[in-house]
């Protein structure tokens, strides 16, 4: 047996397992990021597990990969605070960030980018989202809103609509009305079909 489980570091760093209880990465097993532990409970003084400081650690799960869940926190390791390991910013045991991010792109990257290339572009995320201030502090705790209803988009794309005449049109009620526009239409790149 090499694992000794949460249990078992909780006896000796007690105050760190009562703020990792806390904390965003609550659900991990402290061995995920200080390895295999049972030699350490074991004879203490002799087995150091390792504590990753370096700055390649962490973007195993942090750093940007399309295929993670939407609001998973994800970073550019190029870009984002390059040469300054995370440590320097973020508390492993309680990761919260030092400021709560202010763009929607920093959290959702991949549809910032797909945006940038639609008709959409120069719209505000929230001309289409509501967004409550606790998202930025816990994201799956508050979710935005999406259009509930078709007249939404019809605001610009409706046939009698007052936006810009370069704006395709529709007609609201035989351009499949039993369907909310999103439901067909990817927003962020509605040009796709």
């Not at 047996?1 to 209880?21: I, L, N, P, T």
């Not at 597990?49 to 962490?58: Q, V």
């Not at 989202?129 to 799956?140: I, S, W």
Request: hydrophobic content about 25%.
């Amino acid at each position: 047996m090499v694992y000794a489980g949460r249990e078992d570091c909780a006896v000796c760093h007690d105050q760190r397992a009562e703020q990792f209880s806390k904390a965003r990465h609550q659900t991990l097993s402290c061995e995920v990021c200080h390895g295999a532990a049972a030699a350490h409970i074991e004879s203490p003084s002799e087995h150091k597990p390792p504590a990753p400081r370096d700055r390649g650690y962490c973007p195993l799960c942090h750093g940007y990969n399309p295929s993670r869940p939407t609001g998973f926190p994800q970073i550019d390791p190029v870009s984002h605070n390059p040469g300054a390991p995370c440590i320097q910013c973020h508390d492993p045991h309680a990761p919260e960030p030092p400021r709560v991010p202010q763009e929607c792109s920093a959290c959702h990257a991949e549809i910032a980018r797909t945006k940038t290339l639609s008709s959409h572009a120069t719209l505000e995320c929230t001309q289409c989202h509501q967004v409550n201030e606790r998202h930025k502090v816990d994201p799956r705790a508050s979710t935005p809103t999406k259009p509930a209803a078709r007249e939404f988009c019809g605001q610009c794309h409706s046939s009698d609509a007052k936006a810009a005449p370069e704006i395709r049109r529709i007609d609201l009620s035989s351009h499949w009305p039993r369907y909310v526009c999103w439901q067909c239409h990817y927003s962020h790149y509605p040009e796709v079909r």
